[in-house]
């Protein structure tokens, strides 16, 4: 009989497939590079196979062979994950662990009131949270390591199957002594030419902002670096830079009933003048059988929009 890879082997073989970077795929599975590099050459021993192309340097190249057996492994590990996914959820739904990621944009204003929900509602699930930008969260979602994301839409997640649960619409926080202080909403053209504190590069609302303001279309800002914007590592630092007068920013309605101007010379008003919100959603793998769990939690977490009958937030779920 042939030796079976094991699922820890299949794991690093997937990920190096999918993330071409030995440390990324190393930091995807939660072990060292040593280990995974190992684990990868072990698995090459045991089928008596070159899985990758050693000849190229430091690039991460797989051999046609080594790129057919990455794609079955997926399959096989699916397969192997969903056998006692499958007996959980047919002996009782909505119990067991429940790996969960979030976004650091959401994850100091969503934690509490959604940890409290699942010990009040489904007190058998075991849960564990991990807080990630949203492109190593679907790294670890689509490897096995995460069962479910707290995500905000739009971004780059074609990769998960996603369910929308309410809009959070974007305010404008400045300093008192602004000039667009005297506005009641300040329309998406006032963004024109004005010094734009965002976050850094790697999430997701910086994006979204810069969606946003490229609805003034007289903006002159980039999608690169620009003299006209300031980064912030998260949105407490993001009203703190605020209130230095440094520049004005975009930040969701969650973030502000969540408390981030608190303590700041810092207000906001509501922006209009087009699409001017992002989509809190979950995401998970494609054919999970947890699907119907998951949904069950969607219906649970809309309860959580901030004030929707004064924000006119519109829930999906």
Not at 203 to 218: D, M, N, P, S
């Amino acid at each position: 009989m042939l030796p079976l890879p094991s699922a820890q082997q299949l794991r690093y073989l997937i990920a190096l497939s999918e993330l071409r970077h030995f440390g990324r795929a190393a930091a995807a599975c939660s072990v060292t590079q040593s280990t995974l590099s190992a684990g990868i050459m072990a698995l090459e021993r045991q089928l008596d196979s070159q899985l990758l192309d050693r000849t190229v340097g430091k690039k991460v190249v797989f051999t046609p062979l080594g790129h057919e057996i990455a794609l079955k492994g997926r399959q096989a590990l699916e397969a192997l994950e969903a056998v006692p996914q499958l007996a959980v959820a047919a002996r009782t739904p909505l119990t067991g662990p429940l790996r969960l990621g979030v976004i650091p944009t959401i994850g100091p204003f969503l934690i509490e009131p959604l940890v409290k929900t699942i010990r009040t509602r489904f007190p058998q699930l075991t849960l564990s949270i991990a807080e990630d930008t949203t492109e190593h969260l679907l790294e670890k979602l689509g490897i096995g390591r995460l069962d479910m994301l707290v995500l905000a839409m739009p971004c780059l997640c074609d990769t998960a199957e996603t369910l929308p649960l309410w809009r959070d619409p974007f305010h404008v926080i400045m300093p008192e002594d602004h000039p667009l202080a005297r506005l009641s909403h300040v329309p998406v053209e006032q963004l024109a030419d004005q010094r734009m504190i965002m976050m850094e590069d790697g999430h997701c609302l910086r994006e979204q902002t810069l969606a946003v303001c490229r609805q003034g279309r007289e903006w002159h800002g980039t999608e690169g670096e620009s003299d006209s914007t300031f980064s912030a590592t998260s949105l407490h630092t993001m009203a703190e830079m605020v209130g230095l007068g440094l520049g004005i920013g975009v930040v969701p309605l969650l973030a502000l009933e969540g408390g981030i101007l608190r303590g700041h010379p810092v207000i906001s008003r509501p922006l209009s003048g087009g699409p001017v919100w992002r989509t809190i959603g979950l995401g998970w793998r494609p054919r999970s059988p947890r699907s119907e769990d998951f949904r069950t939690l969607a219906t649970a977490f809309s309860s959580l929009a901030p004030h929707p009958a004064q924000t006119q937030n519109q829930n999906f779920v």
